[in-house]
């Protein structure tokens, strides 16, 4: 059971909007920055948006991060084939000894 | 360009200890940067197991701390991973990465991974 919550899945169509949640708690997301990372199959997770909605250089701007309150979203404008993939939340987590935290993951399929 | 490799066994014995080391090339590990591991068990999600920042200073995923031991080399310019007592729980692909202090406050640079084997 994974401290932040995603949906397992999303699906669109190519040239699609697709967004995907990110849900946490006080501790988390509420009081630190959210990242979002995609993983190609096979590959190492990329970083993908940092601080809420921040992207690193060469990351399309079809891609882009919101946060409000203890939930945040990842959307994805004009979908694309190669956007098929697995995405992670994460961010740090103020309980406890603190750390990392990452959502289960959501894997997204396009049509 | 910041690199960094995965070396290690990737068989490890039940009750043993895993080791890893983390290789950086193209950048000093002595720069404003935590040294992680995260590691992904066969088709599951990410968990992050702990981080060290140069001068030594650890932070450990709380549900692994009892077994976990990360440390750095800087005159190899390399940092490890230890984690004991392991059970088949914990095979997975182990990934180092680098989590910046300033600006980009993520796992910016990660290694391509590692897949260790807990079994006899």
């Known amino acids: 059971q994974s401290v932040l919550t995603q949906p397992p899945s999303a699906s669109g169509t190519p040239g699609q909007r697709v967004t995907i949640s990110c849900s946490g708690s006080?501790?988390?997301?509420?009081?630190?920055?959210v990242n979002w990372y995609q993983q190609l199959p096979g590959t190492a997770p990329k970083l993908l948006i940092y601080?809420?909605?921040q992207r690193p250089s060469g990351v399309p701007d079809r891609f882009s991060g919101s946060k409000s309150g203890t939930s945040a979203s990842l959307a994805i404008s004009g979908l694309q084939s190669e956007d098929e993939a697995d995405y992670y939340c994460?961010?740090?987590?103020?309980?406890?000894?603190?750390?990392?935290?990452f959502g289960g993951g959501t894997k997204l399929t396009v049509l | 360009q910041v690199q960094l490799q995965e070396s290690g066994p990737g068989l490890v014995k039940p009750s043993g200890t895993l080791s890893l080391t983390c290789a950086v090339s193209?950048?000093?590990?002595?720069?404003?940067?935590?040294w992680s591991w995260v590691r992904q068990p066969p088709g599951k999600g990410l968990e992050w197991i702990g981080e060290?920042?140069?001068?030594?200073?650890?932070n450990y995923n709380p549900s692994l701390k009892s077994r976990v031991t990360i440390s750095v080399d800087k005159s190899k310019n390399q940092f490890s991973l230890k984690l004991s007592s392991v059970t088949a729980a914990d095979t997975a692909v182990y990934y180092c990465?680098?989590?910046?202090?300033?600006?980009?406050?993520?796992?910016?640079?990660w290694g391509q991974g590692t897949m260790v084997t807990v079994s006899s």
């Open positions: 990465a680098r989590y910046p202090t300033t600006v980009t406050t993520a796992f910016d640079i």
């Open positions: 193209g950048g000093s590990i002595s720069s404003s940067n935590w």
């Open positions: 060290i920042y140069h001068s030594g200073s650890t």
């Open positions: 006080s501790s988390n997301i509420g009081s630190n920055t």
């Open positions: 601080s809420n909605n």
């Open positions: 994460a961010a740090w987590d103020d309980s406890l000894n603190g750390g990392v935290v």
